[in-house]
């Protein structure tokens, strides 16, 4: 984990963090490995290197239900650009299980597949928090779909 005061990293240098922490058991590091450049790609849209995630002392996300005027109910993730606005989320009175830390952006938006309640991440990139990026889960999972038959290339020709 990243000490407190350093820059965040690079955008590969993240990439590169989550091949090699990948669980050895499965083949999540050769998935990773695949879709990194549409990670990367993805990552390049957002302001910041890294956000701040509310979260429990045991580093689950806090997410958050959002309800429309309408009364549909989204499960939202919020991803802060600045520690102060992360923080100042948590409701009052303070939470003494919940704590913001700074995640890379490129595992944000890789974590984002495997949170299936969380519909989308709404990232913060100016303080306030003011001017919010909409990544939805389900655009995220069209992209990777659309990048791998890409890399799979056309159909044989069947005729």
Not at 30 to 47: H, S, W, Y
Not at 94 to 109: E, S
């Amino acid at each position: 984990m990243k000490k407190t005061g350093e820059q965040p990293m690079e955008l590969e240098q993240q990439l590169q963090q989550l091949i090699d922490e990948a669980p050895t058991t499965d083949n999540t590091a050769q998935l990773v490995q695949l879709i990194g450049p549409l990670l990367l790609d993805i990552a390049k849209n957002f302001r910041h290197k890294q956000y701040y995630i509310v979260q429990t002392l045991d580093k689950r996300w806090q997410t958050s239900t959002y309800t429309s005027i309408a009364g549909a109910e989204r499960t939202l993730l919020y991803a802060y650009c600045t520690l102060e606005d992360a923080t100042n989320s948590i409701p009052l009175p303070k939470d003494p299980w919940l704590m913001a830390l700074p995640v890379p952006v490129v595992h944000i938006i890789f974590q984002l597949l495997a949170l299936e309640p969380v519909e989308s991440v709404i990232f913060w990139e100016e303080p306030g928090p003011r001017l919010g990026a909409e990544l939805k889960r389900q655009e995220l999972q069209a992209y990777i779909q659309n990048y791998l038959l890409q890399l799979s290339g056309p159909p044989p020709d069947l005729a």
